[in-house]
Nanobody
Framework: QVQLVESGGGSVQSGGSLRLSCAISTYASSNYCMGWFRQAPGKEREWVGT???????RYQDSVKGRFTISQDSTKRRLDLQMNSLKPEDTAMYYC???????????????????????WGQGTQVTVSE
């Protein structure tokens, strides 16, 4: 069983930065891919980005160049560095993990929430004008 706990959310002004962290309860480096999702009030959950087990990352177009996913050396923490934040980035942010599919030498996940079996409780990010 994989447990995920997010932290680091808060309120910032437009143009500011926040760093979210996701604590992972198990050693997941070679067995899981990880993702970040977000959900704004009244909107559907939205994919933000994914890190495969080999460290390859992919991002939604609206956050490319502003957000960066990274994992610490112990593979027990997944971070989401968010720069140049905009009011439209306001949402509850969720960390997710899954065993994924083995392709091209790594465990890889897609961009759909239904593909992820494990979820954190979320952390709120609010960006004001």
């Amino acid at each position: 069983q994989v447990q995920l706990v997010e932290s680091g959310g808060g309120s910032v002004q437009s143009g500011g930065s926040l760093r979210l962290s996701c604590a992972i309860s198990t050693y997941a480096s070679s067995n899981y891919c990880m993702g970040w999702f977000r959900q704004a009030p009244g909107k559907e959950r939205e994919w933000v980005g994914t890190m495969d087990s080999d460290g390859q990352t992919r991002y939604q177009d609206s956050v490319k160049g502003r957000f960066t996913i990274s994992q610490d050396s112990t593979k027990r923490r997944l971070d989401l560095q968010m720069n140049s934040l905009k009011p439209e980035d306001t949402a509850m942010y969720y960390c997710a993990a899954d065993a994924g599919r083995w392709r091209a030498g790594a465990v890889r996940c897609g961009s759909h929430g239904a593909e992820f079996a494990y979820w954190g409780q979320g952390t709120q990010v609010t960006v004001s004008e």
